[in-house]
């Protein structure tokens, strides 16, 4: 399912997309970004050790990362990361894990995907096979679908979020 989140000026954005995530069960996963960032702390390679932190205008070029719903021993918890790719004033191209400060300088736009991971499909697959009896399926022929490769969700939405509706700059 997608969504648009949207971080304001001196919002955190990393904050905005913790929360987003703990407030589902689904897993989510940062498909598209844009703006400004300007402060970012980031984990860098093995070899720099440890943590650097960027302050000024930075230009997101790329953002992506998931964080998914783990549960072990009835605890539970998010697992997942961020990482970016960022273009400062002077053209430098900088990136890594975000692991700190990640604030806007501008407006950030998120596209965001929302789904459900094949973990818990399994686990609900297997709670209802318990509690169902089987049902005798007929075959298809090529021609009324239902093969391989075919959607298993039919929708109708052709405007998911309102994305119709939304103001292009």
């Not at 990393?14 to 970012?40: D, E, H, P, Y």
């Not at 609900?124 to 959607?151: D, F, H, Q, R």
Request: hydrophobic share 35%; with cysteine.
């Amino acid at each position: 399912m997608p969504h648009i989140l949207d971080a304001k000026a001196g919002e955190d954005v990393l904050g905005k997309l913790m929360w987003f995530s703990q407030n589902s069960t689904r897993a989510v996963c940062i498909l598209s970004a844009n703006g400004a960032i300007s402060n970012v702390t980031l984990q860098q390679s093995a070899t720099s050790g440890g943590t650097v932190t960027y302050e000024g205008r930075f230009e997101i070029l790329s953002l992506c990362g998931s964080f998914m719903v783990c549960e072990s021993d009835g605890q539970r918890s998010r697992t997942g990361g961020l990482s970016v790719s960022l273009s400062g004033p002077d053209g430098r191209v900088l990136g890594g894990n975000v692991a700190g400060l990640f604030t806007a300088a501008s407006p950030v736009q998120m596209i965001v995907g929302s789904f459900v991971p094949a973990s818990q499909k399994q686990r609900k697959t297997e709670a209802k096979i318990v509690n169902t009896t089987p049902v005798n399926v007929g075959t298809t022929s090529g021609s009324s679908g239902g093969g391989i490769g075919s959607p298993l969700v039919h929708s109708n939405n052709s405007n998911p979020q309102g994305m119709a509706n939304m103001p292009w700059r």
